[in-house]
């Protein structure tokens, strides 16, 4: 987790929101991402979605059967669904995202019987880094983009 933090900090410094993920085969890191949606001006440019294309790269597949994910905050319903058709077995993810998370939160992805593969997600780990990393991130965008107010 300490590597996918080192991604959300990159991503922080690129003015992005500060989300990391890292995809470990065998103890070794073989995709990693940080969120650049806005650098790309792509919806889908999150974290979770370049560390699986890096790691499908790396393993020249698209099943990561042995691998594990971890990640900074609990991934959307586009990321959890990537991480399903993946064949990850294996979930670890720091914060819980009240807006759009997708692996307990809000809905269920990763553990739907209905899908054709389930995962086993690991929560809360390192929660306060990433959390205070998410913190300072919205804090300092408030301050320079101020609310409209409401009439």
Known sequence: MK????EAK??????EVPVGAVVVHKGAIIGRGHNQIERLQDPTAHAEMIALTAA????????????TMYVTL????MCAGAVVL???PRLVFSAFDAKAGACGTLY??????RLNHTVHV??????????ELLKSF??????????????
């Open 3 to 6: 590597q996918a933090l080192r």
């Open 108 to 113: 269920n992805i990763t553990h739907d019987k």
């Open 56 to 67: 499908c790269n790396h393993l020249e597949s698209r099943r990561l059967e042995e691998c």
């Open 122 to 131: 690991v929560s809360g780990v390192c929660d306060r880094e990433s959390e």
């Open 86 to 88: 993946s064949r990850i």
């Open 138 to 151: 919205f804090g300092q965008l408030r301050k320079l983009v101020p609310r409209r107010r409401e009439r």
């Open 74 to 77: 609990e991934p959307c319903p």
């Open 10 to 15: 990159l991503a922080y410094e690129e003015d």
